[in-house]
Structures are given as C-alpha cells and as structure tokens.
C-alpha cells in the first residue's frame, strides 16, 4: 500500500498575523462628527479599519 503523505500540521503556526489596529476585525470605532466645526460626539460608529483596509490581517 502507498503510504499517505504525512498530513501536514495546519494549525495555527501559519496562521496570517491579525492587524494590530483593529485585532483582526477590519473595523474600527471611529468617532462621529457633526456640524460645519466637525465636533466629536459621544456616538461611534463602525468603519473600515485603514491600516489592514478591512482585511484584518496585518
Ligand atoms: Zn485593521
């Protein structure tokens, strides 16, 4: 019998390195502005996270 090739360990060793902004979300709480002043309110919301652009790995 041939011998199967020797199932090759999958585990977390190659797993791709999770973005250090968003920690692998790709979404980031930004803060809501309004008015002309573009005045931070208490309200966030979620948006795209620009350092991994909503992938989520670094
Ligand atoms: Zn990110």
Do not use: W
Request: charged share 25%; glycine share 10%; net charge positive.
């Amino acid at each position: 019998m041939t011998a199967r090739k020797a199932t090759t360990r999958r585990t977390t060793a190659k797993a791709p390195p999770k973005c250090q902004v968003c920690k692998g979300t790709g979404e980031v709480a930004v803060p809501v502005k309004v008015g002309r002043k573009q005045r931070i309110t208490d309200d966030q919301q979620v948006g795209m996270c620009l350092t991994c652009f909503g992938s989520g790995e670094a």
